[in-house]
Antibody, heavy 118, light 111 residues
């Protein structure tokens, strides 16, 4: 069974940093792109970015709203993907989901809530 | 404002069929057969219902079907059931520099 489990969410002040983790099991992690998608309270889904598999260069792409502030990385030896979030803003408050796939997410984690507030 | 446009709400009675539209542009839906649809119940993670415009993942009911014409994709749910009541989101690959775009979501109410 494919499982994605996010962790690392919580309350953080504006301007500070936070790192989310996504632990994956039930598949060969290194074969797949991993995406992050967020959902602000009461709002719709917003694509954050993805990291390609090493076979496709392991490169990353980001939404304009987070580019230069957020960084996605992966550790294939541990089957974990990371979302490093810097210079956080109140509008980054959301549930953050990690998902398998780049061009379209198929499997989703349960999400982790990030609240940016002073 | 979302990149893809969906109706805010649709409704139908049990047993009926409904269709949710998702309108994009020639840069996303119109250029790629990479449209997906997600179902989200309150407090839950989204679930993939359709990928690559009209493909149903294993385990998804055949009451769900997808299609595309030009810059507009559609999700049809036939034989509506109470458990279909949820939010539905469309998604399309859009290539560089946007890559992935979602619709604003449609709330389906089963009357």
């Amino acid at each position: 069974e494919v499982q994605l489990v996010e962790s690392g969410g919580g309350l953080v002040q504006p301007g500070r940093s936070l790192r989310l983790s996504c632990t994956v099991s039930g598949l060969t992690f290194g074969d797949y792109a991993i995406s992050w998608v967020r959902q602000a309270p009461g709002k719709g889904l917003e694509w954050v970015g993805f990291i390609r598999s090493k076979a496709y260069g392991g490169t990353t792409e980001y939404a304009a709203s987070v580019k230069d502030r957020f960084t996605i990385s992966r550790d294939d030896s541990k089957s974990i993907a990371y979302l490093q979030m810097n210079s956080l803003k109140t509008e980054d408050t959301a549930v953050y989901y990690c998902t398998r796939g780049g061009r379209w997410p198929d499997y989703w984690g349960q999400g982790t809530l990030v609240t940016v507030s002073s | 404002q979302s990149a893809l446009t969906q109706p805010a709400s649709v409704s139908g009675s049990p047993g009926q069929s409904i269709t949710i539209s998702c309108t994009g542009t020639s840069s996303d839906i119109g250029s790629y057969n990479l449209v997906s649809w997600y179902q989200q119940h309150p407090g839950k993670a989204p679930k993939l219902m359709i990928d690559e415009v009209d493909k149903r993942p294993s385990g998804v009911s055949n009451r769900f079907s997808g299609s595309k014409s030009g810059n507009t994709a559609s999700l049809t749910i036939s034989g509506l059931q109470a458990e279909d009541e949820a939010d539905y989101y469309c998604c399309s690959y859009a290539g560089s520099p946007t890559f992935v775009v979602f619709g604003g979501g449609t709330k389906l109410t089963v009357l």
